[in-house]
């Protein structure tokens, strides 16, 4: 998501922002960002980038160094793209990946704990990250080493694509998916591999270890990670059509998708004047670290002020909660009209019961049931068919996108 969106918010293409992302996950809301400012941006941007979770802000810090390393705009982002989502690599950019890393850890000094001048991404950005924990070196130098075996991370992606207490859990996933994208699904939990339906996968010879335990060679993630998730459907569709793809080949779309994102950002890293700075916190410490001038070495200084805190879902009562966020970083918050903090409440659901249509009326559940039945018509018959069940598990999908919650949510932000 572009948090900035300046046409309809600053609307001030020389104006200076600072951006927190204070629990960031992956870059996706980073780089629609960036993307998202005018072509004639020429304030001078701020990108706090913090995730708790050191192999995820590791990875981010090596994606920015592939994107701003190599100046060929086909090689950057697509390392950058393969490095994040498949669990192969070309062997060429084994070396590549280790050059950056290296380089990288080469200017900060080697076991060095004080702040090393800023890190030249480009001609025009610069990163920096606190080397506080004492195991940042370590953790860039094994993700960006690709020393894992490929045998053996193909075998454990299958293990944890087919476990077998989560089978149930993989089956549902493909119940209200088109019977081509069935197959699109089934191809990418299988390879593990971002590319076009059918792409020539014999280059890719080399495990991205990044995805992998250093110790243990276990998976990172959970088995139902997907990299369509929180990207927009539609302008994946929509930009794959562009580059010849089909709808029905939708990973191939978010394939060109994501290749047209990276090289945008790939340019503008070039273009605007960026000083990205990486944090490895939990968020509320952050916070208290930034007001009690921790940071200050690293160009984060207790008088910054924010025009976006982006949240993410720590906003939910199981993780942070509203309070515990706003409290330690409201001050933070510039004090223009348009600043804001920005979030979403991911699992608020869980904690309100009439969120979802199953906690409502019988009479607004009569009324959401009857409008859709026309549109599900075996739901109603007396057999009981595969058809029948995809078709009443559609149709409870439906019931809960047309049922209005706002006043339960209204409920749940009061407690």
């Known amino acids: 998501m572009d948090v900035v969106n300046m046409p309809l918010n600053e609307n001030d293409p020389m104006r200076d922002l600072s951006l927190a992302f204070i629990a960031s996950g992956d870059l996706r809301d980073v780089i629609k960002t960036v993307n998202g400012l005018p072509e004639n941006y020429s304030g001078k941007l701020t990108i706090l980038i913090n995730d708790g979770n050191l192999p995820t802000a590791c990875r981010n810090l090596i994606i920015l160094l592939a994107l701003g390393a190599f100046n060929d705009e086909a090689i950057g982002p697509d390392i950058a793209l393969h490095f994040w989502y498949s669990i192969l690599l070309p062997a060429a950019y084994k070396q590549l990946l280790a050059s950056a890393v290296l380089t990288f850890l080469g200017f900060g000094g080697k076991g060095r704990r004080d702040a090393p001048p800023p890190f030249d991404l480009t001609n025009t950005s610069t990163v920096m990250l606190p080397m506080v924990l004492g195991k940042e070196e370590e953790m860039l130098r094994y993700l960006g080493a690709c020393n894992v075996r490929p045998e053996a991370a193909r075998m454990e992606h299958m293990r944890i694509r087919n476990v077998p207490s989560q089978k149930d859990t993989a089956s549902r996933m493909y119940y209200n ?19 076009p339906f059918g792409a020539d996968h014999s280059p890719y010879t080399i495990a991205n270890s990044s995805l992998f335990e250093e ?34 080949d939708v990973y191939g779309c978010l394939y060109f998708f994501l290749q047209d994102q990276l090289r945008q950002f790939h340019k503008r890293i070039r273009k605007l004047r960026i000083a990205f700075r990486l944090t490895v916190f939990d968020a509320t410490v952050l916070a208290d670290l930034i ?11 207790s008088s910054i002020r924010f025009d976006r805190i982006v949240t993410s879902n720590i906003l939910d009562q199981i993780y942070v909660g509203m309070m515990g966020v706003l409290v330690p970083w409201s001050p933070l ?7 804001a903090v920005v979030g979403y409440f991911m699992n608020w659901r869980a904690h309100e019961k009439a969120a979802t249509v199953d906690g409502a009326s019988k009479s607004i559940n009569d009324d959401i049931e009857n409008e859709l039945k026309q549109r599900y018509p075996k739901v109603a018959s007396l057999t009981n068919s595969p058809e029948k069940t995809n078709e009443a598990m559609s149709m409870w999908d439906e019931m809960n996108l047309l049922y209005d919650n706002s006043k339960p949510f209204l409920t749940y932000l009061k407690k």
């Open 177 to 195: 998916l088109k019977p081509s994208h069935r197959v699109a699904f089934q191809e990418y939990r299988r390879t593990g591999m971002l590319l």
């Open 333 to 339: 918050l510039s004090q223009s009209r348009t600043a």
């Open 291 to 301: 007001k009690r001038n921790v940071l200050a070495s690293y160009n984060i200084p």
């Open 215 to 248: 110790k243990s060679g276990k998976w990172f993630q959970d088995d139902r990670a997907d990299p369509l998730f929180g990207w927009d459907i539609c302008e994946v569709i929509a930009k794959g059509k562009e580059f010849g793809a089909s709808a029905e």
